[in-house]
């Protein structure tokens, strides 16, 4: 999934959990939603987060490959945690998105590691590929569903 369609389809999910949750997202939430649905690619550095922070992410894909830990359970554990032990909203939604981009690359074909470093194996639901058409639509469905929540 390409950095514009983790932000938008992060920002979607994080306002049907404030909706379902009864939970407010105060614009610094959502800030934070928008930053941290882009973190995990920071093992690929051809990322739109990897080309801004390149020594720090050749280290992280070295050590880890892309799709590796920051795509895992324990990084979806460590920002649950997260999240339910932070006053700061910007905090809560950098922990939002890093764990909905987990999510949605769990629906595309290439499929996550979750259960990192117990096995290497990928978990997925496919339902697009990534830069392809089938993304493309849940793009326009993320911003159709953004434009609908803040103006209609
Ligand atoms: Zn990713």
Not at 8 to 33: E, F
Not at 65 to 91: E, Q, W
Request: net charge positive.
């Amino acid at each position: 999934m390409r950095y514009y369609t983790h932000i938008t389809t992060s920002l979607s999910m994080s306002l049907i959990y404030g909706q379902l949750t009864d939970t407010a997202l105060p614009t610094s939430v959502l800030v934070g939603v928008a930053v941290g649905s882009v973190l995990p690619d920071i093992d690929e550095t051809k990322s739109y987060i990897g080309r801004r922070t390149g020594p720090i992410s050749r280290f992280v894909k070295m050590l880890f490959g892309h799709r590796g830990i920051t795509h895992s359970g324990l990084v979806i554990a460590f920002a649950i945690f997260g999240a339910m032990n932070t006053d700061i909203d910007f905090l809560f939604g950098l922990s939002l998105g890093v764990i909905f981009h987990i999510v949605g690359d769990f629906f595309s074909k290439g499929g996550v590691p979750l259960l990192l470093p117990l096995t290497k194996d990928r978990f997925k639901f496919p339902l697009y590929r990534t830069g392809k058409t089938s993304e493309f639509v849940i793009f326009c469905g993320s911003v159709a569903f953004l434009y609908y929540f803040f103006f209609m």
